[in-house]
């Protein structure tokens, strides 16, 4: 259901862009990642840190999008998210009580066991890495490809984007729990 909830303003956008071109597409985007944060409070009383970011960033460039009649800026925002992630998980290194990947993957590893933080660090890098490189493969695909090609680009990187880092973090999980350490 959560990734449904996710997707959702996704197709809307692109249903937008199909029948009504960017413009409209970048109105319906913003409305519906605005919804998607409002559903996100009214069912379970907060709002996802990733949703609010991913919204911030939606009504900041997609205002600049369409005050400024300039596509670029929403194209761009895909890439600063990731690259603003990427900068996250470097920071948490050496800000915060545990690197975010300890936060984020610590939960799914069976009790009582001891991760040593040098391979919690490790595995923090990957996710850079991976937030690096997806920001890079977007910039790259701006660059390249046509407004029309960059809008499917778009949708179907989205949920690419989600694979893999669904699949990044169930790996790690899997690959900790082998290596774990019972207390």
Same mark, same amino acid.
Request: proline share 2%; glycine share 6%; charged share 5%.
């Given at each position: ?18 029948? +009504?071109?960017?413009? =409209?597409?970048?109105? #319906?985007?913003?409305? &519906?990642?605005?919804? %998607?944060?409002?559903?996100? !409070? @009214? ?8 949703? +609010?970011?991913?919204? =911030?960033?939606?009504? #900041?460039?997609?205002? &600049?999008?369409?005050? %400024?009649?300039?596509?670029? !800026? @929403? ?25 975010l990947a300890q936060r984020m993957l610590e939960p799914a590893i069976s009790g009582g ?22 920001g890079l493969v977007n910039l790259l695909a701006v660059r390249l490809a046509s407004l ?6 778009y949708v179907y990187f989205k949920i690419i984007g989600l694979a893999i880092a669904f ?17």
């Amino acid at each position: 259901m959560q990734v449904a909830v996710i997707l959702l303003p996704l197709a809307a956008f692109l249903l937008a862009y199909l029948w +009504a071109g960017i413009y =409209v597409a970048t109105g #319906v985007l913003m409305a &519906a990642m605005t919804l %998607l944060v409002l559903v996100d !409070y @009214l069912r379970t009383g907060s709002v996802s840190k990733m949703h +609010a970011l991913g919204t =911030v960033l939606v009504l #900041v460039f997609g205002t &600049a999008t369409l005050a %400024l009649r300039n596509p670029l !800026y @929403l194209q761009l925002k895909s890439t600063i998210l990731f690259w603003l992630l990427a900068l996250a998980f470097l920071a948490s290194q050496w800000i915060g009580a545990a690197p975010l990947a300890q936060r984020m993957l610590e939960p799914a590893i069976s009790g009582g066991t001891v991760i040593q933080r040098a391979v919690w660090l490790r595995m923090n890098l990957m996710w850079v890495g991976a937030y690096l490189l997806l920001g890079l493969v977007n910039l790259l695909a701006v660059r390249l490809a046509s407004l029309h090609a960059y809008v499917y680009f778009y949708v179907y990187f989205k949920i690419i984007g989600l694979a893999i880092a669904f699949a990044l973090a169930v790996g790690q999980a899997l690959w900790l729990q082998r290596r774990s350490v019972a207390t």
